[in-house]
Structure formats: structure tokens, C-alpha cells
């Protein structure tokens, strides 16, 4: 390896305990490899006739990893030419959105279609739509929105004309999924469940979304520029591989990625065979779902919600869900570990609440011994476990299994968590960081794709104070240290991923994947860390990343080829 760039930082926080700090990194460009990391001096001895590039009061700290993430969803529903309308995005009150949906009407050419994603019942008191009530806002131009659950998606009477359907009536309900119909047979512009959403916006998709590449290849920047070098497509299927792909072949692709397969897929205990880099696009494992959603009440817990009026205007069933809301029996999750476990691909479990989590750690507790993989290296996941107990996350680490937390859920819902929809007691507990690290488990956060924007700085913050944005504790014990939050974004997710050999650290022989603060976390108040650190830049294999010269690249690709991808990507939600 030969050094030709030396960069000199205020600090360097390498995120490796033999060597915590360091003051400068070597790196051979050629390779994208660390040559070097110590003193200035220490580092131009080696190269004493390579120039140094200065970072000033700038901080170096290994690439940020969002250790599960769904990018093509993500890059489809909330990066333009689509609207992200969540709450978190700049709207917090169904009024806001309204607002917004009037002006846009007035703005946009005549009959362009239109789609929005992040319409929240819970945070936004938003109702549940009807064509009728979006014709308000939409008279004569297609209009879908998806709801921030995902579950759900509406429509105005223009789709249900150029869907075509007869009589304005939708087709026969596909399975496990349905159409919103009135007293006589017709559409009422709404669908529930992954395969109608699908049959309802299908046709819109295509016409608001006209470049889903580019689509894609904007969430890839959007991560790069919030300091992320390495995300995971958790809802993994064939269809998808095109447009990862050509997304990480195109020189300069600034975020690598990690292939979880989906267990539904007939093919997913099967290798690829993938056209790019294999550091940069890879299949990891296999993903299974457990239980459903919070935001929508079909989560598998021990506990019910409050009969409350947020509650009740999302129409959330009050519980307990218990074993009726799993998505798989217990019979069912041994035949799909029985049939992929022998293969060595790793396992990752939606599952996001104490019932489920029980089951799940049987089923993987059974797979492990009967496979005489317990007290090896597997690295098995369980994903979100917002409603999960501290004892589980005990059990988990007795089992060697690994915890990915989704920050968001307590970040954005914390507030109505507490007290509005579960007694105190569960409510500031959830998405307990405390009882994860201290189980020893290995835990990693996560954004999970379109349900939160991609900022580990945010998550870093809000589960070392579990203050919400509002500035309110909740659940003091579940805080976790500055050191355990950043590993959980960088070393423990590189682990988690089984990159930990060449990522996740600053050290001699791994890759430089890097982010650039404009401070030192440690030296700021943890309440004041997004506002007073900013991401200066990325680098992934030694070169810093340029989103807009990526994205000019992805532009020029003919668009004709990925038109799949749109709604490849819509098909499947987490
Ligand atoms: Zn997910």
C-alpha cells in the first residue's frame, strides 16, 4: 500500500479501543485503504513527501452505518419528483399538509400526477381519506397518498378513471389485501394492504415517477450527505437487483449495501450473481417478518393501548394484538430457519413487540442447537423491538443474537407514546437503549428507509438524552452512553453486517469510509448535538463523496430500463 493523501483533523475518533484517538489518517487512494492513522509526524514519516490535506477544526469519525434501511422504497415515495409529507418533514398538522396541497395544486402543470407519502393519523390527526375528500384538494390531476403507516394508501376519483376500472369499481380483492368500496360497489378511493395499494397506484407511479433510478440514486445521496457510507435493502427481491446494480456500478456511488432477501421469495436461500463491486452491493441474509406495525395496532404484545382520542382517530384496535396479530406460527418460522439456516445466511426478524419477541427467540433458540450453530459466530437479528423487555434483550445475548433499534419510533412518536397510547410504564420505555446495551448483546440503530429521514446524528442524540424533539424526557434508564450511541451507527452495525474486518473502525488495512464533523460530539452538550455538529463530507474508499456529480451520472442513464423498479420497490414494505 502507498499513501497518497494524508488527512489532518482537530481529532480523530477512530472507534478503536487499542487507539481511541489520532490526530491524522493515511490513505493509498488506489485501494480506498488506511495506511496509516496516529500523529501527524507519526503518519508522514511513512509519506514525508505527500501533502497534507488540513481539515482545520473539522472532526474525522469512521462513515456512518444505517444498519437497516429500505432504499428503494425509500428513494421511490419521499425523494422527488414524489412528496415526503410526514410530520417530521416540515408538517406537523393535517392543516400543513392541507396548506400545502392547495398551493401545489395551483403550481403544478395541468394534469401531472402527483404523489405523496407520510400522511400521519397519529401525529398529524389526519383522517383516513376518501377520493371525494382528495378531489377537494386535486379536481382533475391523479393524486395518491400513502399513509405514514404504509398500510394504506388513497386516491382521488382522476386514478380511479385512468386505472380504468369499470364502473369506477375496483377489482376483486387480491389476497391479503383489500379495496375501500362504497354501499354500491365503487371505489372510495382507498386500499388497504401491500397488493391493492399496489393494484390502486400502479398506474400514477409510473407517471409521477417517470426516472425511479434516479429516485433510488436521490436516498443514496440523501444518506451520503447525513454522513451514512453503508445501508442494507431489507425488503430485498430479484426485481430490485437492476437498479441496485447500476446504481452501485456508477463510478463515485457513495453508499454501499447490504442485500437482506425476503423469506417470502421462492429464490431467497439462493446466492446472485451481481454485476458490481462486491464491497459494494452484497447479499447478506434473509428477512422474516414477525408482527406488524404500532402506528396501526397489529403488533404482537403483551399490553393494550389506551382508549384515548389519538388512538381512537387512528382506529387502532386497543388490544392486546397477542399471538393473533403474528405473521407467522411458531410451525411455520421452524420450516423457513429449518430450510435456510443449513445454507449460512444470516436472519434478520421484524418484530416489534414483546409476545412476538418471545416466539421468535424460541424459534431462533430451536434453529440454532438443532443446527449446532448455538455459540458460534452467527450474528442472527431482531429488528425495531420498540415494545420488547430488558429480560428479552437478556435472553437475545445468551443466544448470540443481535439487536437493530429504530431510534425514530421514540424520537417521533415518543410524546403521544407516553400516556396518549400506553400507560406510562411501556410508554416511556419504548425502544428501551438502555436494557439493549446492557445485555451485551451487540446493538446497532437504524432509520429503516421511508419511515424516518436517515440522520444518525438525531438518533445518536435522542437515545443518549430520550429527550424528543419537544425537548421532553421520557424514560431516564433507558439512556445510553455517547460511546455505546456511536457504535451503535458505526463498529457494532459494521459488525452487525459482517464488515467489521475492513469497516466500522479508523484503523491500518481497512477501508477509509469517513465522515466529516464540523465538531467534536464529545465536547458538545448531547441536547445540542444536531445543532452544533454538522456533517462536512463523506468519504467512502478514500475519495470524497459528490452527490450531485453521482447523481448527474445516474441521470444520464436511460430511464426505459428501470422502469420495473418503481413499483418493484412499492411492492414490498417493512
Ligand atoms: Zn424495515
Keep these: 500500500m502507498a499513501t497518497d493523501t494524508i488527512l489532518k483533523a482537530a481529532s480523530i475518533i477512530t472507534m478503536n479501543d487499542a487507539s481511541p484517538r489520532a490526530e491524522a489518517v493515511g490513505i493509498d487512494s488506489g485501494t480506498g485503504l488506511i495506511t496509516a492513522v496516529g500523529t501527524l509526524a507519526d503518519v508522514q514519516t511513512a509519506a514525508p513527501d505527500v501533502a497534507v490535506t488540513d481539515l482545520g477544526s473539522d472532526v474525522l469519525l469512521p462513515g456512518f452505518i444505517d444498519a437497516h434501511s429500505h432504499p428503494a422504497l425509500g428513494g421511490m415515495v419521499t425523494q422527488s419528483p414524489a412528496y415526503w409529507i410526514s410530520p417530521y418533514m416540515g408538517y406537523p398538522a393535517y392543516s400543513d399538509v392541507q396548506a400545502f396541497w392547495k398551493k401545489l395544486d395551483t403550481q403544478m402543470p395541468a394534469g401531472q400526477a402527483l404523489l405523496f407519502n407520510g400522511l400521519d393519523r397519529l401525529l398529524q390527526g389526519a383522517p383516513e381519506l376518501t377520493n371525494t375528500d382528495l378531489d377537494a384538494f386535486f379536481p382533475s390531476r391523479p393524486v395518491v397518498v400513502i399513509d405514514n403507516s404504509g398500510h394504506e394508501a388513497y386516491f382521488n376519483s382522476a386514478t380511479i378513471t385512468l386505472n380504468g376500472w369499470a364502473d369506477g369499481k375496483p377489482p376483486a380483492d387480491p389476497v391479503g389485501a383489500r379495496y375501500g368500496r362504497n354501499d354500491d360497489g365503487t371505489s372510495n378511493g382507498r386500499a388497504y394492504e401491500t397488493a391493492a395499494v399496489l393494484g390502486a397506484v400502479a398506474k400514477v407511479l409510473a407517471e409521477a415517477v417517470p426516472h425511479p433510478l434516479q429516485s433510488l440514486a436521490r436516498f443514496f445521496a440523501l444518506m451520503s450527505g447525513n454522513g451514512i457510507t453503508m445501508t442494507t435493502e431489507h425488503t430485498f427481491e430479484n426485481n430490485l437487483l437492476q437498479g441496485y446494480e447500476a446504481c452501485s456500478s456508477v463510478p463515485g456511488t457513495p453508499v454501499r449495501v447490504a442485500l437482506y432477501h425476503m423469506s417470502i421469495e421462492a429464490d431467497c436461500g439462493e446466492k446472485l450473481a451481481i454485476s458490481a463491486p462486491a464491497d459494494l452491493l452484497w447479499k447478506q441474509g434473509i428477512k ?94 431482531v429488528e425495531h423491538v420498540g415494545g420488547c423487555r430488558g429480560v428479552q434483550f437478556d435472553r437475545a445475548a445468551s443466544l448470540g443474537v443481535s439487536i437493530s433499534l429504530l431510534p425514530a419510533q421514540f424520537i417521533y412518536w415518543g410524546d403521544l407514546l407516553v400516556g396518549q397510547m400506553f400507560p406510562t410504564e411501556i410508554g416511556s420505555q419504548w425502544m428501551r437503549g438502555g436494557d439493549a446495551f446492557r445485555s451485551g448483546a451487540l446493538v446497532t440503530f437504524h432509520n429503516d428507509g421511508s419511515v424516518s429521514p436517515p440522520i444518525p446524528l438525531l438518533n445518536i442524540q435522542c437515545m443518549v438524552t430520550r429527550r424528543t ?66 456533517v462536512n463530507g463523506t468519504w467512502l474508499n478514500g475519495a470524497k463523496t459528490d452527490p450531485d456529480a453521482f447523481l448527474a451520472h445516474i441521470s444520464s442513464i436511460d430511464p426505459t430500463e428501470h422502469q420495473g423498479l418503481a413499483t418493484a420497490a412499492i411492492a414490498h414494505k417493512c
Excluded at 389506551?306 to 382506529?315: G, W
Excluded at 403474528?326 to 423457513?336: G, H, I, P, Q, S
Excluded at 431462533?364 to 458460534?376: D, K, S
Excluded at 456511536?486 to 459494521?494: D, K, L, M, S
Aim: charged share 20%.
Design 469 to 534: 424533539p419537544s425537548g421532553t424526557l421520557h424514560g431516564s434508564e433507558q439512556q445510553v452512553s455517547l460511546d455505546d450511541a456511536i457504535r451503535a451507527h458505526t463498529i457494532n452495525a459494521a459488525r452487525q453486517l459482517f464488515r467489521d474486518k475492513d469497516l466500522g473502525s479508523i484503523e491500518v488495512g481497512k477501508r477509509a469510509d469517513l465522515v466529516q464533523l464540523s465538531a467534536d460530539p464529545y465536547t458538545v452538550d448531547s441536547d445540542k448535538l444536531t445543532e452544533q455538529v454538522k
Design 288 to 381: 422474516l417478518w414477525a408482527d406488524g406495525s404500532p402506528w396501526v395496532g397489529t403488533i404482537a404484545s403483551s399490553f393494550p393501548y389506551l382508549d384515548s382520542p389519538v388512538v381512537r382517530n387512528a382506529e387502532i384496535p386497543l388490544g392486546p394484538g397477542g399471538e393473533a396479530m403474528m405473521n407467522y406460527t411458531r410451525a411455520e418460522l421452524d420450516k423457513v430457519l429449518t430450510e435456510y439456516a443449513p445454507l449460512g445466511w444470516q436472519f434478520a426478524f421484524h418484530v416489534n413487540a414483546d409476545v412476538r419477541l418471545n416466539i421468535v427467540l424460541d424459534a431462533y433458540e430451536h434453529a440454532l442447537v438443532t443446527n449446532g450453530l448455538m455459540g458460534t459466530d452467527h450474528r442472527w437479528r
